[in-house]
């Protein structure tokens, strides 16, 4: 679990690297020098998967350490990045101090990270970023990709909807001004994209600025980029004085925005946009759809677009002032299911949104007494209301599992989607913040990830290993 003093130490490295390594490679050592001119391509990869045979690979994980070995020497042990396809990255932990470290979808620890050096990204291509802004090969080797010129700083690295993408920022001076280049790069050390801050878009926007807000692109206390995010599909997001641009990568169309509490709700086909308590939507190429022209929320929290449907209690503050009350409507405010007769709440601070079909809603009684209940796509009770305060919602393969617990109380139990108790999950919970977590395989940067009918979570300060039925085994 992401703890407020990683993540301050993580900031704190970030800004003392970059306000005094802002020349690239010519701030390593040697030996790094040497490794930054090796192509992407040469960063080592999983064992398992540099061998053809399944025996092979079994004879080679068997060299690895297993993650619960290594566990038994911290307290406990959290999924930060996971990619179980290829390494995925851990925080084994004692309190706030702690080591990184990469495993693979076996349990096998293919390297420990030494203490004070940060892991910022997930493991793919067979690197990953630190919080120093150089890359990481499989053996804990730190090096830059050999395709970068000295001044680029990188500012992100993910596997999003459109593929695996190393971003980088550079500034370029001239007597005519200062320019800030974005640059995104594929797994082939070549350009996906390029823009810079000359474009009419970042008008309203200080150069200078942006380049130092890409530069030093803090992170919020759930471990969201400020400056420099992604939001779904083909889309990315700059910020900066309160200015945002939007970028299509695909389209490579701009929307730009100033608006002191803008940002975007999600990217599903359809971009949502929140001023508070204004909702925008748009299309693809940023042409803002006339259906929600002067659409306010009657709710403080972020709605959010998922499998075509978004939970909206709204209402129309120009025209004819059409009311719009509670209940799962399309990106064109048609209303699908109407929960108008129930009084919805938020699950912490997370709006209901349908998972594999399945919608988790928190209600409160006449009296507020709080009840919860799972409906499908075709607004009928896959589970009825029952007692209860809904703490975590987490993807499975084909379902959802839902925590609550009991007011004033720690007890702890566990359902899936169709109200099910499990049993065996009694006062065991989730690692991390209330609400619904989010799965990598989104897009997102997520805290669990659904891999071969499994779905793999932080559970009781173990990494665990859970199919759709509730069972799970812990790897650490």
Request: hydrophobic share 35%.
């Amino acid at each position: 679990m992401r703890t407020a003093q990683r993540l301050a130490a993580l900031g704190v490295v970030a800004a003392i690297v970059l306000s005094g390594c802002s020349n690239g490679k010519d701030s390593y050592s040697s030996a790094e020098k040497e490794e930054s001119g090796q192509p992407l391509q040469s960063a080592s990869i999983s064992a398992s998967s540099s061998v053809e045979s399944a025996e092979l690979a079994e004879s080679a994980n068997a060299g690895y350490p297993t993650l619960k070995e290594i566990a038994q020497n911290y307290n406990g042990c959290a999924l930060e990045y996971p990619n179980m396809e290829e390494l995925s990255v851990a925080w084994l932990y004692n309190g706030g101090e702690g080591n990184f470290c990469l495993f693979d979808v076996d349990g096998r620890v293919h390297h420990v990270f030494e203490s004070g050096t940060y892991i910022a990204s997930g493991f793919y291509n067979g690197m990953c970023m630190t919080s120093t802004r150089v890359m990481a090969k499989e053996d804990g080797t730190l090096f830059r990709p050999s395709y970068l010129s000295n001044d680029e700083i990188i500012i992100r690295y993910a596997k999003d909807d459109d593929g695996t993408l190393l971003w980088t920022v550079r500034r370029e001076d001239s007597i005519e001004g200062t320019k800030a280049i974005i640059t995104a790069w594929d797994t082939n050390g070549e350009i996906r994209f390029q823009c810079d801050t000359t474009r009419d878009e970042f008008s309203k926007m200080n150069s200078d600025t942006v380049y130092k807000d890409l530069a030093n692109n803090d992170y919020d206390s759930i471990g969201i980029s400020q400056a420099f995010a992604y939001c779904g599909g083909s889309v990315y997001r700059i910020r900066s004085d309160f200015y945002y641009v939007f970028m299509n990568i695909d389209t490579e169309k701009f929307f730009s925005v100033r608006e002191p509490n803008a940002y975007l709700i999600q990217a599903e086909g359809n971009l949502m946009i929140r001023t508070m308590p204004g909702l925008r939507a748009l299309d693809d190429d940023f042409n803002e759809l006339p259906e929600w022209e002067a659409i306010k929320s009657r709710r403080s929290e972020t709605p959010v677009l998922s499998e075509g449907l978004i939970y909206l209690d709204v209402r129309r503050d120009a025209g004819d002032f059409e009311d719009y009350p509670s209940g799962f409507y399309d990106v064109h405010l048609n209303q699908v299911i109407d929960l108008s007769k129930y009084n919805i709440q938020s699950i912490y601070e997370d709006e209901p949104r349908f998972i594999n079909g399945y919608a988790v809603l928190q209600m409160k009684n006449p009296e507020g007494v709080p009840f919860w209940g799972v409906i499908k796509r075709d607004g009928t009770w896959a589970a009825e209301p029952q007692k209860g305060s809904v703490r975590y919602v987490y993807q499975t393969a084909d379902g959802v599992l839902i925590t609550t617990c009991e007011e004033n109380i720690e007890q702890w139990y566990t359902y899936d989607q169709t109200g099910t108790k499990l049993d065996e999950w009694d006062r065991i919970k989730f690692d991390g913040s209330y609400g619904y977590a989010q799965d990598s395989s989104s897009g997102h940067r997520g805290i669990c990830e659904v891999y071969n009918g499994y779905t793999y979570a932080s559970l009781n300060s173990h990494v665990a290993k859970i199919s759709s039925d509730g069972s799970y085994e812990y790897l650490s």
